[in-house]
């Protein structure tokens, strides 16, 4: 497992125990494609295809790339809005991929992938969590294991809700037109029990103020608010379940020039003041350069590069990474930059392209890049990259 | 400079008469576009942009007017004063337009060959068979891989990007001396945008035609355009060529909007925003039009419009305080260099 | 679209079972007694003694358990054999198939008028939307789509019957009905007024017109309304729609613009209604035919229903299930035709 | 106060919207019209039997007021007269009729509407929410259901359960939930996509509060709209039933049976029909008029509330 070579390095070069607070490991999520008299699945979309990265507390990772590249529904997977395909999902140290499975599934999961490992005599524990769940299976058996990780089901999902919250892109479609604000923003916290009702106007009066808007306005209904200040209502909505990690999906996308900047703001104000982590989903680099300390790159469903902000915008690695990065049209009439035109569309994630899937596209291609994988090699410490000639163009 | 404009646009007022009042979508708007060159309009929504954009074509919706006094001179004629016959023969032969999404602009039940051939058989005096040729043509020259075949596709069976470029070649099927380019690639990936602006640009110089580019990325006209004007509220706040409008801004909108977009080029500490919300096209501030949210203001701006005038050679600005923007402008440049 | 068309075939058994079993079940509520009613001469039936009418559910069946009645009814079924039709004095399947040619033409007849003046009425509205002529149109359309079929059919009656004496009820004179049922008389599409036509007999075609005429003024001043409305709406909806404003960019006249670009969209639901349409008229037009005194499906089918002869009502209930259900699979694969970004799969 | 000020306006605007449409209004003061009636139906039409006195000698009090009395042996149809402004057939008053058979039309199409529309919600929701198999055994189910026509089913089950008006309205119920259904069920599987719904979901709401909270209030105006459009053919149909003669029994207040008397009379084909004009004419003007209000009603409020289908 990759991921937990590049994180034990962190710790150990940067000096300071930086906590992973989510780790995705070898994310898939295929959906079916049904045809056929009786609507039998025919083919898969490959909408994520492995994917694996980490995310520390207090940081915001960028994750980029163009439409149909996974990367949105990285995030809903995570979140669990869909379920995955494979891989787990780590959210503080615990395993969570099987909290939203049904008891008799959950418990399959857990021994299909830790029970069934350590019996084997020959075990030794491959990361921090092989370890901690290795000590409990050693100390209390199976049914401990399984206690630990499937006992109160119900609970561990609402912590899981109470943990990592989302900020969606349209704000017109994400807030319920025929509520008022009140109510969708004391929606949450009621069905948490983390307030009471006669407490509800306080505490949405409280979030509204932070976010902006002025508390009066609470008993307003979403369309009579304007796009910039919905998206505000949105980031208390989130913010009221005093989330560790808030996912970002093209928070700021659909706002109008002049208003992104503002939100921007005010998300990287409230990071500071409560200590939170962001995933933040967009298709704009120059977007994620400015919000992000560490930034993924996806393409296709596939990771293409992973690498600190400064080192990615200095010297990116992937082809693919570099074209990006050239093709995004800044305003300033004097600046030079390399143009590089990528040929052709993105090819569909049904049929994605053998090898590697940027190839047909990539400049620099060569024969084996339509023929191998190109796995994903640490290049430079912390700066991860799927490619067979790195930095070659 | 001295040429004559292909496109004057005088006092150009659009009014919408809603159930909830008059939008003065395009309140008293100037421009010229000279042959072969492109003039970006740079706008957000509400700005009055687009509109303006179909004003010049005259294609509003019944519910907008264009209002007496009104110019738009092409060629010498004034398109307001003729008949809708003259003016269809103007529409897709003299005068093209591209729309931001293809998907939506394209007819969805004819075949994209149908399309481009009515184009061309509209304005040109061509049998089926030769319009036909010439709509392969266009499409390979707007680089669709295996126009023969693609002809016969509906533009669903198409990708963004090349529906884009079908649009394209049915726009210059009839060799327009003006392209309207109504935000062209915001539906697009940014690698497929730059290909196809890359694509308007190559078209341009082998055909002279000159561009208006519509848009609300301020990168895209830095890239693309030679001339920019910056509508606000339906008005123009600051027109100038592009070097001098993106290195020396001198309207307040012009400076924020420029200064509250993260940026490739620059490392940036903390985005400026501006405040406030984008004005409710019925419910415009009294004065300036950016009055309510403008940092430079003094009083005087809430109560007169200012009027746009000649601050430097063909510099346009429509503001009273533009040498504020100026002091402010010098002074981050100077934390810049620091 | 072959995967499509087959999936929906397979669907057909399906929901001809469930019709079959829900029709089957409902009349179970009579109870013995009363199922015995259908096949015994009323006359006779009051005056059996007990005894008698036990023997004679024995002997039909009607004590053994549900499931193996409806068992029993459907191997009959399946071997082409609906039972015997007492209000249509034959086989079930027989009286069906010998009465829906009539119905087939008058829907047929009721068609040309409704969908021809219904979209032609319906773009004009939308193309002069909120101006006289579409608020003309439309109180005429929601007023016509108000009318009872039977109101508005006995005013038909009225007036052109009773007080003009032109369109007759019934669905043939004595005369020509006897020309019909001659030998020298060729049936060849079944249809009256077309075999008068192919045979020569003029009088007759004519006469066969002057009964259909009301049924069909009535059929499409109902009908025209709905067709019409959906028209306009779907019409008001696909002239704002983006693709629209680029043909006026490219210079199209403001006729190409509504007749070619947005009616070619704007028929694509219409298909939808048209079809359902055509269904209904085959299906539907009981009260019509009843106030008619024509005769036709609808009218043994209501006929049935009446006198509980639940042989012809299950039969006639399966036709129209089958009907429907085609009538659908035709409907989607037109709509397929029309709009080139369905794919049937 | 300014919440209670927004919503006014909101309301205002409602309201001004559907009031500047004239054909809305006439359906509005139509509807008011019917329901005056109906309401007013013991004054207007007293539910006395002037033929029958009782001990004091004043008219009988009708035991049943929706059984219209009959009044004179005459089985001809009686031209109106000042006594009976729109005339008798089969020896009972047809203004009698007319005006308690308001009652009744608005007794069977708001039963049978609401009663149907309520289990067609329930099947939709449930088939839209949860999907899967579920939502294709309630589906299949449906098109069964559909697949037999209304006006027939209701025949045949009218007639296996007896006459009466409570028969027709069973019916009609139990083939007429079918629309309801599968409108909210497409209604929900659009709305499910919506992000407020998949938020919801992220803060970890339970599906019951999802589907009572953000579902059914963001489905539930079409259906609404499409009950209140339905009314009018629901009031046909159970119309068509009685005149059929299967529906009420015979000399009960309802508009269809007393079109059922007049249909003998037009068919009897003797060249002076015309002059019973006024038995078809004022039932079924009514008639006419009462869906008439409905479709208006239903056409404003679509109008209004789905500005996709103006």
Redesign the interface.
Known sequence: MTNSKVVNQNNTQEGKDRKVLLRVDNLVKYFPIK???F?RTVAWVKAVDAVSFDVYEGETVGLVG??GCGKTTVG?TL?R?YEPTSGRIIVNGEDTTHYFLSARRAKNYVRDTYVKRFQKSDFKPQDDLDKKYYDIFKNSGENGLLEHMVGDLEKK??Q???N???V???PY???????RVKN?LA??PL??KIIKKPQSIETVGKALEEVGIHS?HM??FPH?F?G??RQRV?IA?ALL?NPKLIIADEAVAAL???????V??LM?DLQKEHNLTYLFIS?????I???SSRVVVMYLGKLVETAPKEEL?EAPLHPYTK?????????????KKQ?I???G??PSPVNPPSGCPFHPRCPVAQPICSKEVPELKEVKSDHTVACHFPGSL | MEKNPLLSVRNLRTYFYTEDGVVKAVDGVDFDVYEGETLGIVGESGSGKSVTSLAILRLLDPKGKIEEGSEIIFNGKNLLTLTEDEMRRIRGNDIAMIFQEPMVALNPVFTIGDQIMEAILLHQDVDKKKAREMAIDMLRKVGIPEPEKRIDEYPHELSGGMRQRAMIAMALSCRPKLLIADEPTTALDVTIQAQILELMKELQREYGMAIILITHDVGVIAENADRVVVMYGGKVMETSDVRTTFKTPKHPYTWGLLNSIPRLDIEQERLYSIPGMVPDPLHFPVGCRFSNRCEFGEEKCSVEMPPLVEVESAHMVRCFFYHKVEQAQKLSKAGEGA | MTTFIIRRLLLLPLIVLGVSLIIFSLFQILGPDKLLAAYVNPNVFDKLSSEELEVLKEKYGLTKPFAERYGIWLWNALKGDLGWSQVGKDAVLKSILSRFPYTLELALYALIPVVGVGIWLGVAAAVHRDKFLDQFIRIFAIVGWSFPDFVFGLLILMVFYSVLGWFPPGTLSQWAEEIVKSESFHKITHLVSIDALLNGRLDVFWDALRHIIGPVITLSFLWWAYLLRITRSSMLEVLSKEYVRTARAKGVSEHDVIHKHAQRNAMIPVVTVAGNMVIGLLSGTVIIEVIFNRTGIGRLAADAAVQLDYATVLGTTLFYSIVLVLGNLIIDILYAVFDPRVRLG | MSKERKMNTELRRTMRKIFRNPSAVLGFALLIFFVIVAIFAPLIAEPINPMMLDDNGNPMKLDDPYVMPIITWSSTPVPPSADHPFGMIQGRDIFYGVVWGTRTAFFIGLTVTIISTLFGILIGSISGYYGGWIDEVLMRITDVFMSIPFLLAAMVLTTILGNGIDKVMIAMTVFGWMGAARLIRANILQVKEEQYILASKALGVKDYFIIMRHVLPNTIFPVLIQASMRMGSLVITAAGLSFLGLGAPLGYADWGSMLNFTRNWILGASGSTFSYWYAVFYPGMAMVLFVLAWNLVGDALRDVFDPRLK
């Not at chain 1, 109008?256 to 503002?262: E, F, L, P, T």
Request: hydrophobic letters at 40%; proline letters at 5%.
């Open positions: 045809a056929g008299v609507k163009e439409s809903m979140l809005l999902r609402l899981f809700r109470r990592i919250q989302i969606f892109q349209d479609s994400s807030l319920d037109p025929r509520m969708i929606e949450g069905a948490h009066g008993y307003r009579e304007s910039g200040q949105g909505r379940m109008d020039v002049s208003i992104r900047s503002q921007i703001n990287m298709h704009d680099l120059s977007l350069k400015y919000i915008f074209s990006l990065m050239s093709a995004i049209p800044v305003p300033n009439p004097e600046f143009r035109i990528l040929q569309d993105v």
